[in-house]
């Protein structure tokens, strides 16, 4: 299993579990390259095709997909993909304790909807890990949106997805973290912000 | 207008701080572009033809003088002297170096600048009329509602990877001059028989290759749900938007696919839930911005007030110039004065780093230190008193910007196209100098007239809602052109009539002045270019635009 990144009750990240892998750098980019500017190689960059899709084996991974979880598989916990409804479980969440929620793509922001749901409208308060696409710079928009434990992509730097939770000091709107939104707390928030400047 | 407090302060110097460690992972191969490129273009930063182009925010089109000078100094210090004002009231800069664009950046943040959520398939730069506050049909004041949207919509974590980019508009005045019902969601402000301040909401209108008006799903949402309906629309489209197709990723293509019903149903169905929540807005949160939109210290009328008969008996310039280039104010002693980007030459909405800075010395001179930016791409200067027109006039001419062509034919909305743009067609800045030679030894006579050009499908420069219309096309790798007639992006909103087969750059100069003779020829008393368009129907156009083909 790849790293498992947990908040603990204060919001705090720590590593749960898994193993650290190295962190995959490839060759830096020379900004002298093309007449002094960085871009030689981000101009030339054509996006490959994707191929032939391949169903992920999600019992493997630990997890029941949710539409076999809903006719009653519950030896492993739910896992929603982007194209699921979180509100199907809707008074089906007595005594669950963990939900995955995968991104297929880090850039495909469904997860993050689903998320917000389960903990806004349902009021889902156990474990609610992202799993598949997740990376460091993602990290801050999941936890926002209610995820509290993030099981990172490989090739991923643990020590620099640690520092992602604290990105922003401060926010302007409400999401699923319990902060409310900036104008419900204006005084305060620039009495710190002054502070940390 | 808006003044950071330390909280949008702190906000963006930590978006300065990731952005620049996102650059530096990304050079020293930790970040790769797969990865890169959401996060780069979240930050207004495209890779172009020949250098990345970073687009800078300029909120609902208002800056300060000393914003404008750091816009200079940047074009200066990082650039080619000069930059490109956008359709969306922003500013692009077309040859950063990638390792400076954090540099950049800590300089905008200096003077409460940044370009965040200028790209990527998130909520874009809110846009509002650039008449705002100042206009005689003005019923609400939209910038205080575009600002608390701005606020929201910033770095908001649920809605930065939607299945494309969303645009969101404000028109408060009865002539719509922010194009809204061409964008993904519009508020109409008004108010209630009570005065209170309610919206319309529109959405699914857009350009590109699938040209929509927006449709009304909500009438009379008072104020204070703003966010919240604003939030329910984008939560129906974030999961239910397409992602197959990036043709057919627009919030438009699912409002058609659902309905308009059935997609304000499922708005609905979230609002419900989100409504009096926190994300409610506060009374107290609306007057503390409204307090930074308040009138500045203008003079009664008779201080302000002029009789400029004489000089403009005595100067033509100067009467084409009020004629064209200066419209009404709200109050009687002030004008509003358009300071012209479109120059027979340079692109349209191109500034050097001089004009921009001549620009803001005539804001602290005669505007209180303020400016906007139009989606036509001038400059506007909102609160001039008509006792100074003349001064600013002279002033505006000596720096470069007093050409008196607002709304008349070479006042050419075109976007940056096929010189500098990786998605063009066509060469749009080339195409546009020729149409204003042809016509504007006529444009006087010929009056309102707005031509909108655009490189390629994407339409950034607006052609659907030209009254006359330019797509650039590709055939065989060549660069050809249709044109449209009959679009207009006002309270009237239509779409242009594409009038026939595409023809090559040198054919279309020729073809629109065809389509002015007819004009001339046909119009009645009083009426615009676009009044007899409608009146004649398009089908008169394209006889005149192919007479090859009606002859045969």
């Known amino acids: 299993m790849s790293v498992l990144i947990k908040l603990d009750a204060a919001r705090k990240p720590f590593v749960a579990g898994g193993e650290a892998q190295s962190a995959a750098v490839s060759a830096p980019v020379d900004v002298n390259v093309d007449g002094g500017r960085g871009d030689a190689r981000l101009a030339t960059y054509v996006k490959k095709p994707t191929g032939e899709k391949v169903e992920k084996d999600w019992r493997a991974a630990g997890y029941t997909p949710l539409k076999d979880w809903l006719a009653g598989d519950h030896a492993l916990p739910p896992v929603l993909v982007a194209t699921d409804d979180p509100l199907l479980l809707e008074g089906n969440l007595d005594g669950v304790r963990l939900i995955a929620v995968d991104f297929a793509k880090f850039s495909d922001g469904r997860g993050l909807s689903s998320a917000a749901l389960l903990r806004k409208r349902l009021g889902y308060a156990g474990e609610l890990r992202a799993v598949g696409d997740v990376a460091r710079d993602q990290l801050f928009q999941m936890a926002r949106c209610g995820f509290d434990a993030f099981e990172l992509r490989d090739g991923q730097d643990v020590d620099d997805a640690l520092k992602a939770f604290s990105d922003y000091g401060e926010v302007y709107q409400d999401a699923a973290d319990g902060r409310a939104p900036i104008f419900r707390r204006r005084g305060e928030a620039n009495a710190a912000a002054e502070n940390a400047s | ?552």
């Not at chain 2, 530096?24 to 191969?29: C, D, E, I, M, S």
């Not at chain 2, 403009?312 to 004065?337: C, Q």
């Open chain 2, 1 to 552: 207008m808006y003044r950071y407090d330390a909280v949008d302060q702190r906000i963006v110097n930590e978006r300065v701080a990731q952005f620049r460690d996102q650059t530096a992972r990304f050079l020293a191969g930790r970040l790769s572009e797969d990865e890169f490129k959401p996060l780069r273009l979240q930050n207004g930063l495209y890779i172009q033809r020949h250098a990345p182009m970073l687009r800078v925010a300029i909120p609902y089109g208002m800056l300060s003088s000393k914003q404008l000078r750091m816009l200079a100094h940047i074009a200066r210090e990082y650039d080619r002297n000069y930059a490109h004002f956008t359709t969306r009231q922003n500013l692009q800069y077309n040859w950063p170096a990638l390792d400076r664009v954090p540099d950049i950046l800590a300089d905008l943040a200096t003077v409460e600048m940044h370009a965040i959520q200028t790209s990527g398939n998130c909520i874009r730069n809110v846009t509002t009329d650039h008449f705002a506050g100042v206009a005689a049909d003005e019923i609400v004041d939209p910038r205080p509602y575009a600002e608390m949207m701005r606020q929201w919509s910033t770095l908001h974590p649920e809605f930065a990877y939607l299945p494309r980019k969303f645009k969101v508009a404000f028109n408060g005045a009865k002539d719509d001059r922010a194009a809204s019902a061409v964008h993904d969601l519009a508020f109409d402000v008004y108010k209630g028989a009570d005065g209170e301040v309610l919206l319309r909401v529109k959405v699914g209108g857009g350009q590109g290759r699938t040209p929509r008006i927006a449709v009304t799903i909500k009438e009379d949402l008072p104020w204070r749900h703003m966010l919240t309906y604003t939030e329910a629309i984008l939560r129906a489209y974030n999961r239910y938007g397409r992602r197959d197709n990036l043709y057919k990723a627009r919030i438009k293509i699912l409002v058609e696919a659902l309905g308009a019903e059935k997609f304000a149903e499922e708005a609905e169905s979230d609002f419900v839930h989100l409504i009096d929540g926190p994300a409610t807005l506060t009374e107290e949160e609306r007057t503390r911005i409204t307090a930074c939109f308040v009138d500045p210290e203008y003079l009664s009328d008779s201080e302000a007030k002029a009789d400029l008969a004489p000089l403009r008996a005595a100067n033509r310039r100067f009467d084409a110039w009020l004629r064209r280039n200066v419209v009404a104010h709200k109050r009687a002693g002030y004008a509003s004065v358009t300071l012209s980007l479109k120059r027979t030459g340079p692109a349209p909405g191109d500034a050097t780093d001089a004009e921009i800075d001549a620009a803001a010395d005539l804001a602290d001179r005669f505007s209180f230190g303020e400016a906007r930016i139009s989606h036509h791409q001038n400059i506007i200067l909102a609160d001039v008193a008509r006792k100074d027109l003349f001064d600013l006039w002279q002033a505006a001419d000596d720096a470069g910007l007093a050409q008196p062509n607002i709304g008349l034919a070479t006042d050419i909305i075109a976007c940056p196209g096929g010189d500098f743009c990786s998605l063009a067609n066509a060469k749009s800045i080339p195409l546009s100098l020729a149409i204003q030679n042809e016509l504007e030894a006529r444009q006087e006579e010929i009056g309102e007239l707005a031509i909108k050009i655009s490189g390629c499908i994407n339409a950034c420069g607006h052609h659907h809602v030209g009254h006359i219309g330019v797509i650039g096309v590709d055939k065989h790798g060549e660069e050809w052109f249709q044109v449209l007639v009959g679009g207009r992006s006002d309270a009237n909103v239509t779409l242009g009539e594409i009038l026939g087969k595409a023809v090559k750059a040198e054919e279309v100069p020729p073809l629109i002045a065809r389509l002015v003779d007819l004009y001339l020829a046909e119009r009645r008393e009083g009426e615009r270019f676009i009044d007899t368009a409608a009146r004649l129907g398009a089908d008169r156009f394209k006889a005149v635009a192919y007479p090859d083909k009606a002859a045969a």
